[in-house]
Nanobody
Framework: VQLVESGGGLVEVGGSLRLSCAASVSVFEIERPAWYRQTPGNSREMVAA???????NYADSVKGRFTISMNMANYTVYLEMSNLKPEDTGVYYC???????????????WGQGTQVTVSS
């Protein structure tokens, strides 16, 4: 199983992007999806996450501008980003707990990352 992100790119200040994250194969269930951001020389920081109860948590820097959601039919995770700022630039990674089949354990997976660049 791999988590595959898409939707990154170059956008101007104030613009919008939607990132997607999907499992490479059909899985039984995904829980606790989250998006992290990493900039050169820095560790990954959580920007948005969904709890088991579907409660969303956001980094203070993105509150009101980013929205995390998950399609429960196919477990695709989205990050809607609006009013983008230059400091939002970075590589965005998807993370989630994945249960491949009903009889397997939960494992934590990371995607390969997708670059978001906000130009001023």
């Amino acid at each position: 199983v791999q988590l595959v992100e898409s939707g990154g790119g170059l956008v101007e200040v104030g613009g919008s992007l939607r990132l997607s994250c999907a499992a490479s194969v059909s899985v039984f269930e995904i829980e606790r999806p989250a998006w992290y951001r990493q900039t050169p020389g820095n560790s990954r920081e959580m920007v948005a996450a969904l709890s088991i109860s579907n409660r969303a948590n956001y980094a203070d820097s993105v509150k009101g501008r980013f929205t995390i959601s998950m399609n429960m039919a196919n477990y695709t995770v989205y990050l809607e980003m609006s009013n983008l700022k230059p400091e939002d630039t970075g590589v965005y990674y998807c993370n989630a707990e994945v249960k491949e089949t009903v009889g397997t354990m939960w494992y934590n997976y990371w995607g390969q990352g997708t670059q978001v660049t906000v130009s001023s």
